[in-house]
Nanobody, 115 residues
Framework: QVQFVTSGGGLVQAGGSLRLSCVGS????????VGWYRQAQGNQRTLIGA???????TLTGSVKGRFAISRDNAKNTVNLIMNNLNPEDTATYYC?????????WGQGTQVTVPS
């Protein structure tokens, strides 16, 4: 069964930092592009950034300049480093391929930044 297992979420005060990790289970990320997505309560899941097979990263919208993405192919892992968090970052965070494998979402990891 293909699945991405995410971890590292939690409750953090505004201005704080977190590091999320995502491990491919039943799949080898290899040289595939992998994205980080998030879904706030009541909203659709959206792509916030990605890392190409060659390690090139792209971040979008409000996370640009605050978040960073890295990958470690030897560990089959992609990381999301989040700095200067604010309440609008509260969401469940997932990773998946680009385009996403609909069967591989996993449970995600919850990040909560209280206002």
């Amino acid at each position: 069964q293909v699945q991405f297992v995410t971890s590292g979420g939690g409750l953090v005060q505004a201005g704080g930092s977190l590091r999320l990790s995502c491990v491919g289970s039943g799949t080898t990320i290899g040289d595939s592009a992998v994205g980080w997505y998030r879904q706030a309560q009541g909203n659709q899941r959206t792509l916030i950034g990605a890392v190409s097979g060659g390690g090139r990263t792209t971040l979008t919208g409000s996370v640009k300049g605050r978040f960073a993405i890295s990958r470690d192919n030897a560990k089959n892992t992609v990381n999301l480093i989040m700095n200067n968090l604010n309440p609008e970052d509260t969401a469940t965070y997932y990773c998946n391929y680009i385009p996403p494998n609909p069967n591989a979402w996993g449970q995600g990891t919850q990040v909560t930044v209280p206002s």
